[in-house]
């Protein structure tokens, strides 16, 4: 019996937070979207630029020459 007492009496204490759990997802929520929002941000980039390339990179395998 005094063993059942023991494990009884000493569980363990949880660490306080710093702020709530719903705090962290709101952060997380506001970090990921900023991400998404910066890749976003860079799509259809290379097709902006096919001036520089000669136009040829949206061929695909005639860009290195092995039109055969």
Known sequence: MSLLANVVA???ELAPLIMPPLAFA???????T???F???SFRDVANRHSD????KAA???EAH???H
Do not use: Q
């Not at 709101?26 to 990921?32: E, H, K, P, Q, T």
């Not at 520089?52 to 136009?55: D, S, V």
């Open 52 to 55: 520089k390339t000669g136009g």
């Open 26 to 32: 709101g952060i997380a929520l506001v970090v990921f």
């Open 65 to 67: 020459g092995a039109g």
């Open 10 to 12: 000493a569980t363990e």
């Open 34 to 36: 900023a991400l998404a």
């Open 59 to 61: 061929h695909g395998a």
């Open 38 to 40: 910066v890749s976003w």
